[in-house]
């Protein structure tokens, strides 16, 4: 039996406790942040959208963060529960992207007059959120687990290290460009109702990378499963 | 012991490979004929102006180098999976990296060969001046191939043995040449342009760097790639 | 005020993603835990 980092005993009704105290502080961070933010001098109401834009990035950038870790520690250490973590993380990344790039979106029309930029962060952005695909893709097709497990690291670890090469070259060819740089420097007025969605989103998003080891790790339980089931049946045959 | 054999083995896989290639030649052909037929389709997608031509023409030029030269990396590994040498090739003591390196150089003189011939034709199809910037541009397209080659032979020693091999490759490859693309479509386009604001001695510096921080990360990601 | 239109709408998207994915994964697990159940012993499906 592969070590876990999630004991066998919490159950999936502990997991739906967590879920449900993360999206209740998250309806209570919205409200206050809702509530309690001023009409920004420059973008009116439209300054509530940074509420849930802000921290969906944060929130999916430390799932990167894991998808890293979890690839290194998995070429080091070869326990494939870093290699699940990875995994998980990198779907949760996956959905907290497209996500946020959805709600920069919706948030630059009306600010900026256009759908999308061609701004360092958002263009790093996108090429992370093409780089996951990837990653996914690959781990989809490749059956044998070893194999998988080792390919998708090194994948992971490349396509982390590109994240800042990428964001690095983009900002170099923006500025030789000379075009508008993106407006985020946060007024305290809104700080306090920032930091609450922050802590909200980082909820979600242990449940939700929780939630998708779990899914993980039984995965890999039914494949073995049906794995053993194939060799005992092939025995009967032989004997 | 040590690095005068590994240097050996480089060679020994940079030449077989070569010389496979160089007896069928016919992947070499669709290769280039794919490529001039690209740079024709720019042509008619870009509009017969002049200017407009010239002015996208850098661009143009490194996507027809990365549509056509994506083909050759797979066919590298392919051919050694097919007869079973690759698990041969790994048998062979000594160091599997030199693999990598033996397979980054042959698909470099293979993807080097296809521009030799597609640089010409792209200077005759877009009206660019090729004389003046010659000794620049030929460095530019160098460091650019290298860096192209790099990835490309360290993810096609993974995509070639998936089952969707002609999807995951790009998918794979492209996002992760971003900024290789990024340098040396900016640099060369200067280039072509005169560079009256010289700024081309910047990306190519810049080119250098992400050649190196690609080489060093592939090489050494490698040997977990290759290993059974 | 049609700036309110974007609000509601990121606001809505946001809650429409992660319910969705919630949903999504306990679908998942549940399917996983019948699965490992009807294999016989579901030691690591039932605490």
Redesign the interface.
Known sequence: MPGSFVP?????RR??IL?IIA?AA?VGA?LLGLSASPPDRDM???Q??MY??VP?AWSAFLAFFVVFIGSVLY?WKREERYDLLAAAAAEVAL?LT??TL??GS??G??TWGVWWTWDPRLTTTA?LL??T??YL??RS??DEPDRRA??S???G???S??VL??Y???Q??RT?HQVQSSPSTVDPAYALGLRLNALAFLL?LV??IL??Y??A???R??EA?AEA?ELAQGEELHV | MGLPREAGRVAAVAWKDLTAERRTKANFNAVVFLAALILFLFGFALGPDAEALRAAAAGALWLTVLFSGVLAFNHSYQVELESGALEALLLYPGDHRSIFLGKLIANLVFVLLVEAIVLPLAAVLYHLPLLRPFPGLAGVLLLGTVGFVTLGTFYAAIASRVRAREVLLPLLLFPMLVPVLLAAVEATGALLAGDPMKESGGWIRLLLIFDVIFFVASFFAFEYVIEE | MSEWRFIVAAYGLTWVVLVAYAIRLQVRLRRLERQLGANGNGAEATP
């Open positions: 066998a005993v919490v159950s999936r997991y739906q879920g999206l998250l919205e009116g109401h439209l509530k959208i849930v834009h969906a070429l959905v497209a996500l959805a709600l919706i948030w029309r009306p090429i093409v780089m695909v990837g893709a690959l097709f490749v080792r390919w690291a090194a994948v670890i490349l396509a290290l590109n090469v990428v690095k070259s983009v170099w060819w030789l979600v449940y939700f939630l998708r779990r899914a790790r039984l995965e339980l039914v499963q089931r």
